[in-house]
């Protein structure tokens, strides 16, 4: 069934159930809120969603299947166990590190091979914005640590944090989102996890190599992902972002010339000056000015 930490989702779930050929709450007839094909959905989360349940859901215990509807809410699932999943009408095999995201309305089959645990969040997601569309379910592959961090963190928040918990969903569904775009050929996902690496280490000397660990990936194959995914080199890339740094920095904050260089990772002052000439095409004090 629903998971217990939602006796009253469930016992909706189980009477809020659609025949064959009817509409459920929220949905036209033959056609399920969010599906946009065979094994994929289409999501919209430039607005934070209405996390309505959250926790870890123990299956399996008990009985080895469970058939069920959330009528009007998305369950986001991460998995620990392996299973199989029927996603109306549609088989897929759950591995621990997959994470699925299910729309409203639809009839879900969980078959379990004993003690089973997952992560999930049953959620209300905005119906305007730009819609982005996911796999059902996908391998969450080097994102899974990161995946795991935010749910737990939201497990733990909810319901006396409610923002907080919302906020690490938020950021969770972000990641699955970016996952479904690397998988149906947008930036893949190592590359997202380069520009983060990056984008959080700008004051720390960084390489390449440490890119490519922090990315899951080699170092040549990085380089080969990075270039064809942003048309840039990594060290030009880290060139860039610290100068676009240093530049808020020098015109917007009073803070010092040594103090701003040393916060961007470059903490030699002559290096910093032709950094800035190379990249600003003025010296700091002249950025600082207005140039």
Known sequence: MAENAVPTRSALADAGQAGPGQAGPGQVAGQVAGQVGPGQVAVRIEDPPLVMSMGVGVH??????DVFRLPDMWQLHLYRYAADLVVDGSAYPIRPGRVSLIPPGVQVQYIYRGRSEHLYAHLRLPTT?????VPVIQDAGADAPQLTELLSRAVAAWPDSSARATAQVWAALWDVVQLGAAAD??????VGRALAYIAANLASPITVPDVARA????HNHLTRLFRAETGDTVVAHIRRRRLERARHLLRESTLSIP??????GIGDLQAFNKACRRELGASPRAVRSGH
């Open 215 to 218: 990315a899951g990936v080699s």
């Open 185 to 190: 050929g947008g930036p893949h996902a190592a």
């Open 129 to 133: 914005g730009p819609a982005r569309v």
């Open 259 to 264: 103090t701003i260089a040393a916060s961007v």
């Open 60 to 65: 399996g215990t008990v009985r080895r299947r």
